[in-house]
């Protein structure tokens, strides 16, 4: 079952504006990281919040992370057309002590941002 | 070298056909993962391989086939699919022990 629910599905803003997305998911994690993914393409790594961190930026964006309520958002200021893309979030699973993560992915928020 | 490459781009087979798709990597990288995306859904895990040994597969039905033959390259050999396996592969790479994973481009899968 996917570890992480993102909301909005789809946001659609214009240029200049900030795009929000919130992640949630069901079980403890050691971190979470954010990854886009321009249309039909390879996913790229964003940012990565790890469980005792709160708050963190990479230029224009801001990943918080409440591991109280098991959400994460993310902040995109000053959006940009070429923002356009699809967000995830992913969690990492380790089991049987392996110690690599199996990413669980969130379902994604579709960002358009009209120019 | 921070790059993984897929090759073909896209791959149009029959549901008799044999296929392989190609995954390369040179960052050094021992863990190496096939992902399998249907539109606009998030991918999902198929294999993850460990120094070059299977340490995941995901109940992923045999006609798919996993190959990690050195630890630059990951292949994904295809037989008797079904049209239900159209979709976009996805192959990473990541440091064992690191959870940042660095994702190729992907192989459009089209079977008729």
């Known amino acids: 079952s996917q570890q992480g629910e993102e909301d909005p599905q789809a946001l659609s803003i214009q240029e200049g504006e900030n795009a929000t997305m919130n992640c949630s998911y069901k079980?403890?994690?050691?971190?979470l990281q954010w990854y886009r993914q321009n249309s039909g393409r390879g996913l790229v790594h964003l940012i990565l919040?790890?469980?005792?961190?709160r708050e963190k930026h990479s230029g224009r964006l801001r990943v918080t992370l409440d591991t109280s309520k098991k959400s994460s958002s993310l902040l995109i200021t000053a959006s940009r057309a070429a923002d356009t893309a699809s967000y995830f979030c992913?969690?990492?699973?380790?089991?049987?002590?392996?110690?690599?993560?199996?990413?669980?992915f969130g379902q994604g928020t579709i960002l358009t941002v009209h120019p | 070298d921070t790059e993984v490459t897929q090759t073909p781009k896209h791959l149009v087979m029959g549901m008799t056909n044999k296929k392989s798709l190609k995954c390369e990597q040179h960052?050094?990288?021992?863990?190496m993962y096939w992902y399998k995306q249907k539109a606009k859904k998030p991918p999902e895990l198929m294999f993850v391989?460990?120094?070059?040994?299977?340490?995941i597969n995901e109940s992923v039905p045999s006609r798919f086939s996993p190959e990690c033959p050195n630890s630059s390259l990951l292949n994904l050999h295809l037989h008797a699919l079904q049209p239900e396996d159209s979709a976009l592969y996805l192959c990473?790479?990541?440091?064992?022990?690191?959870?940042?994973?660095?994702f190729g481009p992907g192989t459009r899968l089209l079977v008729l």
């Open positions: 919040i790890r469980s005792n961190e």
């Open positions: 992913a969690t990492p699973q380790y089991a049987g002590g392996t110690s690599y993560g199996k990413l669980t």
């Open positions: 990473a790479s990541s440091q064992v022990g690191k959870e940042t994973q660095y």
């Open positions: 960052m050094g990288h021992r863990a």
């Open positions: 391989y460990s120094y070059e040994k299977l340490s």
């Open positions: 079980t403890s994690i050691n971190n």
